[in-house]
């Protein structure tokens, strides 16, 4: 058996007429006295002035090789063995095939490539024109596939709870990158020979960094965040990432898989809370100034509507949590029915109902989401509930929602 991992990138430069024949004995004897594979190469580079030429066309459409183009002042950047001042005067660069070859197999960003091959020279009498070939090595593999980028959402814990979607785009994709703890959760679904990285929860950026990486290698990468992705989520990191590459929407091409949210799944664990308007509010300040949530808090206490709170307390961060039971108190009284879900759906899970006077009597962490009701919110033998109205509405408008209500 043997294995040619395509990453070799063959630039070549040649005269005007210069017929696929010339070129691909010239690759060949190349190839053969460089002791390199041609099932080796993954694609041709060249001058974009080079792209209509009919030899060359031909070759890598019957080799089934992409072909890439430069212009001249990308292929003036690169430094080569042995530039040529007449090829400068006639196209504007020095290097054609040195230089495409390096640029065509360079990483984004990356140390040029190594040339294996300088540029050879091949004319033959029986073949009109004249080709020059070089050959130069990338450090990954060319797939021969557009990147893709799963965003999935992994809901609140438990597998049942994670939509089919969800579970399908986890156990097709080549990579899973997550943070450590939301990998676990979802281990049963990985198979052998998944490209599987656990980051700590610090590292954001360096998830979303390593996934961009990949995909537009051509893998298929899927990065988890738990309940939905794009609600505090990686959706919104890695989008924002991607923008500033820049990126065209497209390539790699971007596919998002919703999940069940922290205060949905907690509401489904106490009854109906949020079945009037509500809003979600985290109390993390790490990205957003605290003078800005507690406007939020502020807003959203005043406004009456059922509230939640996302990452109320950590470790080194305590007195939000009491600072925002004081905003609400303000504008509420204090047996305001609050449900604190811890875990929800997880095999640690707890659950307390309690009212907005006495909610710090509560353990809350990181894996807490705390609702506060509104107004009307009420608890009823151990259930949360917050009327939508109907009951006391007049039925004959109650024909009249809207088709979302």
């Known amino acids: ?37 041609e099932a080796a190469i993954a694609g041709v580079a060249t001058l974009d002035l080079k792209a209509d030429e009919v030899g060359l066309v031909e070759l890598c459409r019957d080799r089934h090789w992409p072909l890439r183009c430069f212009t001249a002042a990308e292929l003036r950047t690169v430094a080569v063995p042995t530039p040529s001042e007449r090829v400068a005067a006639e196209v504007g660069t020095p ?38 070939v070089a ?85 298929t990468v899927a990065v988890i965040s738990s309940g939905d992705c794009g609600i505090y989520g990686m959706a919104g990191l890695v989008l924002e990432m991607l923008a500033d590459r820049p990126w065209d929407g497209k390539t790699p091409s971007i596919q998002v898989f919703p999940g069940i949210t922290a205060l949905q799944a907690a509401a489904s664990r106490v009854g109906a809370p949020l079945m009037h308007d ?23 206490a005043a406004a009456d509507f059922v509230t939640a709170l996302y990452n109320p307390r950590s470790q080194s961060r305590t007195s939000q949590i009491a600072i925002a039971q004081s905003i609400f108190l303000q504008h509420r009284p204090p047996n305001t029915p609050v449900a604190i879900v811890r875990a929800a759906y997880r095999p640690e899970e707890q659950i307390h109902l309690t009212t907005l006077g006495q909610l710090l009597e509560v353990p809350i962490d990181m894996l807490t989401t705390v609702l506060i009701g509104n107004g009307s919110t009420r ?17 004959s408008r109650l024909g009249k929602s809207s088709p979302t209500d």
Do not use: N
Request: aromatic share 6%; net charge neutral; with cysteine.
């Open 278 to 300: 509500f809003c979600a509010i985290s109390l993390s300040d790490l990205l957003t100034p605290w003078a800005v949530i507690a406007q939020r808090l502020t807003a959203a």
């Open 1 to 37: 058996m043997q294995w040619h991992p395509r990453v070799l990138w063959v630039g070549i430069g040649c005269e005007r007429g210069t017929t696929r024949e010339l070129m691909e004995a010239t690759l060949q004897r190349v190839c053969r006295s460089a002791h390199l594979a």
């Open 379 to 395: 608890e009823q033998s151990g259930w949360m509930i917050t009327p939508r109205g109907y009951l006391g509405a007049d039925p």
């Open 95 to 132: 290097s054609v095939a040195e230089a495409a070859a390096i640029l065509a197999s360079t990483t984004r960003g990356g140390e040029p490539a190594p040339l294996r091959v300088t540029k050879h020279i091949g004319r033959s009498p029986d073949h009109p024109g004249a080709v020059t």
């Open 135 to 219: 050959i130069a090595q990338a450090e990954q593999e060319y797939l021969g596939r557009p990147g893709q980028l799963w965003l999935v959402g992994t809901g609140p814990g438990q597998l049942a709870q994670m939509t089919p979607a969800a579970q399908g785009a986890i156990a097709q994709a080549d990579v899973v990158i997550g943070y450590g703890l939301y990998i676990d959760l979802i281990r049963p679904l990985l198979r052998p020979g998944q490209i599987v990285e656990a980051l700590p929860i610090t590292q954001e950026r360096q998830r979303a960094m390593r996934a961009i990486e990949l995909a537009a290698w051509g893998l």
